[in-house]
């Protein structure tokens, strides 16, 4: 098979799986990195080289956060805070928002505060 359609027909097959969100994200992500290695698009330490990178290791340790701060309410007690002061109104609640994203982007890294 075409490396390129190989690749195509990858990439729509996990656009689906987390459209479907019936498999997890990870099996997802292990799976097209195995899966181009099978089809010979990439070497095996090409297809697993990406999940030593310091990035990728970042945006997974912020799923981990953003999960445990879902999990323990913080999300959900922060969410109140915010509709107590600004009220139903959107521009309001965007307001409210927009300026706790600019008090943390100033204190930590925009990835963090992402």
């Known amino acids: 098979m075409d ?3 190989a690749t195509f027909l990858i ?7 987390f459209l479907s969100a019936r ?12 899966a181009l290695w099978a089809t010979g698009v990439l070497t095996l330490p090409e297809a697993l080289a990406g999940f030593g990178d310091p990035t990728v290791l970042f945006i997974a340790s912020l799923f981990v956060l953003a999960s445990a701060l879902e999990t323990s309410g ?4 922060v969410g109140s805070v915010i509709l107590a002061r600004a009220g139903t109104r959107r521009g309001r609640i965007l307001l409210w928002v927009g300026g706790i994203v600019a008090v943390l982007t100033a204190l930590i890294s925009i990835n963090g505060a992402v």
Do not use: D, N, S
């Open 11 to 17: 990439l729509a097959a996990a656009i689906v799986a």
């Open 23 to 34: 498999v997890p994200l990870e099996i997802v992500a292990v799976g097209v990195a195995l």
């Open 74 to 77: 913080v999300t959900r007690w």
């Open 3 to 5: 490396p390129i359609v």
